[in-house]
């Protein structure tokens, strides 16, 4: 479990500076279609941060300090980026 965590992080870390690379790089009109493995992995990464999201909002709701709220507006980031990743190229 160690592993994979290590390895969704790493990822997720690579797809976010490859992002940053893509969004300031002139040519970047050349995309290409996730692999099977790579659209699962992305899959997993998107349930991970579903749970954590919904885990900070149930702690909000509970407690009520503002930073589990700021978490789980995070993780809904964190969401919303693996399925614009899954989307493809548009």
């Known amino acids: 479990m160690k592993s994979l965590t290590g390895f969704i992080v790493a990822l997720l870390a690579w797809f976010t ?3 940053a690379y893509a969004a300031t790089d002139s040519d970047s009109s050349i995309e290409t ?30 407690w009520g300090p503002r930073v589990f709220s700021n978490i789980s507006s995070s993780e809904q980031t964190h969401m919303d980026t693996m399925l614009f990743m899954l989307s493809g190229p548009v």
């Open 33 to 62: 279609a996730l692999s099977d493995t790579e659209a699962t992995h992305l899959v997993f990464m998107r349930e991970e941060e579903k749970l954590a999201r919904d885990t900070y909002i149930t702690l909000n709701q509970t």
């Open 17 to 19: 500076l490859a992002g």
